[in-house]
């Protein structure tokens, strides 16, 4: 009977071991990890940025989810497992701050709006629409691009004018897609969506840049206490992430 108690106990102990060292490897594996939610217009330039920040850190697997600025606050909002919000404005990150669910916070880049068309379209002004012609912009409550584009449009009283032109996409990679199909004549973007890998896109063609009131400022916060969200902040901050927004066409 003695034997058989000291046995219990040691498997006990041996148990209460397999957690604490299963936990450990957890607590590891989520430190080593970094997921970083990010707005769609970013899905060239960041592809860079890891590699430069994994020269630095080649312990810490990135992965990014991609998606119009206000559709990932609400998932962070919601509770999905982000370490890093990368929006393309300040105010889905201060919405998050203000409820608690981002701390530091930092404005990374700036980017312009940018008119566009197909390239072998005839339009080249906004008033050339026809009546059945679409006019490609982001989704007004979730998506920067579309805010912005709408307030440089109600700003030059056209927003109303074009009312039943207006195709509404999810992010701004949508709007310059559904332009390079073909499918809206018009549409408004990002400046910086019309490179890839730093060189210019053959299947569509800037009419003009569209100033507006405000800037457009990209804001990053950190929404995990990880050590890897802090280090992904400062690498931000390097020059050499400053070069990599350049390279793409990003004003820093």
């Not at 330039?45 to 312990?59: G, I």
């Not at 119009?68 to 929006?87: N, W, Y």
Request: proline share 2%; net charge positive.
């Amino acid at each position: 009977m003695k034997g058989e108690a000291v046995m219990k106990r040691l498997l006990g102990i041996i148990m209460m071991m397999v957690v604490v060292l299963a936990g450990c490897t957890q607590s590891k594996d989520s430190q080593s990890s970094l997921q970083i939610s990010a707005a769609a217009s970013l899905s060239d330039v960041s592809k860079e940025l890891k590699t430069a920040f994994n020269k630095e850190h080649p312990d810490i697997k990135v992965d990014f989810n991609y998606g119009g600025s206000g559709a990932l606050r609400k998932q962070i909002e919601t509770g999905a497992p982000v370490d890093v919000f990368m929006s393309a404005n300040q105010k889905d990150v201060t919405a998050l701050k203000d409820k608690d669910k981002v701390s530091k916070t930092y404005n990374y880049a700036r980017n312009e709006l940018a008119l566009i068309t197909h390239k072998d379209a005839d339009i080249k002004q906004i008033s050339d629409l026809d009546k059945d012609d679409r006019f490609a912009i982001g989704e007004v409550n979730t998506v920067p691009a579309g805010k912005y584009a709408k307030s440089y449009l109600e700003e030059h009283q056209l927003y109303d004018r074009y009312e039943s032109n207006y195709v509404f996409a999810k992010d701004v990679r949508q709007v310059l897609n559904y332009v390079k199909r073909g499918n809206a004549q018009l549409g408004i973007v990002y400046e910086t969506v019309l490179y890839q890998d730093g060189k210019a896109i053959q299947d569509v063609k800037k009419l003009e840049n569209l100033p507006i009131k405000r800037d457009i400022v990209y804001q990053a916060g950190i929404v995990s206490d990880k050590t890897a969200s802090e280090k992904w902040l400062t690498f931000l901050k390097s020059d050499e992430a400053k070069r990599i927004f350049k390279k793409y066409h990003f004003n820093v």
